[in-house]
T-cell receptor, first 111, second 114 residues
């Protein structure tokens, strides 16, 4: 599975868009990009995933660059409850269920 | 559905004692995962099951750790004997379908071994 690199921390003002970057320059053609988050003292929560097209759901949008070497998770209107550690994971679909969590980005949403 | 259920939520035990953590996955899910989280090592996958069969236990730290899944609705993670370095939050997660990575995590069990 491709290694991912994320900034260790970011701040965002409440109500503004939070843009969380992830670098996965060694990603292969059959590796998906998954995003999870972990709010303090809770279990991780699945957010969104994609292969090469941009994706959107009720929680967030995922923008993957055309060369697939990086992606950005967008929380369109961040709230205080979005304060969490966000994990970007690259993995091959249909090869078991093994998620490997890195260090992630600690997002602080401030009033 | 109630989500993934774990018990107990907190466990404090003395070194050398046996500890059993329990997990009830979401009904219908065919994958079950056990993770451990510490400040030093982050979130680590210990073992996972597919249709009650252990598939990958390469993350189990040593023989003191064992996991079972006797049926589709119940799994245990046992530590015997426990040591202070086993202190961590243990999460159980479940998912549906082959290759599905949308895992649903339980609230975790915070284990403290004194």
């Amino acid at each position: 599975d491709a290694k991912t690199t994320q900034p260790p921390s970011m701040d965002c003002a409440e109500g503004r868009a939070a843009n969380l970057p992830c670098n996965h320059s060694t990603i292969s053609g059959n590796e998906y990009v998954y995003w999870y988050r972990q709010i303090h003292s809770q279990g991780p929560q699945y957010i969104i995933h994609g292969l090469k097209n941009n994706e959107t759901n009720e929680m967030a949008s995922l923008i993957i660059t055309e060369d697939r070497k990086s992606s950005t998770l967008i929380l369109p209107h961040a709230t205080l409850r979005d304060t969490a550690v966000y994990y970007c994971i690259a993995l091959i679909y249909n090869q078991g269920g093994k998620l490997i969590f890195g260090q992630g980005t600690e997002l602080s949403v401030k009033p | 559905d109630a989500g993934v259920i774990q018990s107990p939520r907190h466990e404090v035990t003395e070194m050398g004692q046996e500890v059993t953590l329990r997990c009830k996955p979401i009904s219908g899910h065919d994958y079950l995962f056990w993770y451990r989280q510490t400040m030093m090592r982050g979130l680590e996958l210990l073992i996972y099951f597919n249709n009650n069969v252990p598939i990958d236990d390469s993350g189990m730290p040593e023989d003191r750790f064992s996991a079972k899944m006797p049926n589709a609705s119940f799994s245990t993670l046992k530590i015997q004997p426990s040591e202070p370095r086993d202190s961590a939050v243990y999460f159980c997660a479940s998912s549906l379908g082959t290759g599905r990575y949308e895992q649903y995590f339980g609230p975790g069990t915070r284990l403290t071994v004194t």
